[in-house]
Nanobody, 125 residues
């Protein structure tokens, strides 16, 4: 069993930055991959970024590549999403997720078996 708690969301102007955090508890954090997804009103939940067990491999959606950075601190059982140059279209509820059966990076939503409660990010124009 894994529990995930996100924090760091909020309201920011276009061009601004936010850093999301996701604290994990339960199974050994350093053994599995982590990811961030987002869901805007009326839309499907979509992949944003993912990281492997060690932090040495990452993947990003094309829409955020070059603006967002995913990282993890296995000593603190925490994964981060640094979001820069935010745009109004980044507005969504952001979810962190754990793929506890995978050590390598994965962008496939179905491979994530634990999810946080979500944190709202709103970017004003």
């Amino acid at each position: 069993q894994v529990q995930l708690v996100e924090s760091g969301g909020g309201l920011v102007q276009a061009g601004g930055s936010l850093r999301l955090s996701c604290a994990a508890s339960g199974r050994t954090f350093s053994s599995y991959a982590m990811g961030w997804f987002r869901q805007a009103p009326g839309q499907e939940r979509e992949f944003v970024a993912a990281i492997n067990w060690s932090g040495g491999s990452t993947a990003y959606a094309d829409s955020v590549k070059g603006r967002f950075t995913i990282s993890r601190d296995n000593r603190k059982n925490t994964v981060y999403l640094q979001m820069n140059s935010l745009k109004p279209e980044d507005t969504a509820v952001y979810y962190c997720a754990a793929a506890t059966h995978r050590a390598g990076v994965t962008i496939t939503r179905g491979e994530y078996d634990y999810w946080g409660q979500g944190t709202q990010v709103t970017v004003s124009s």
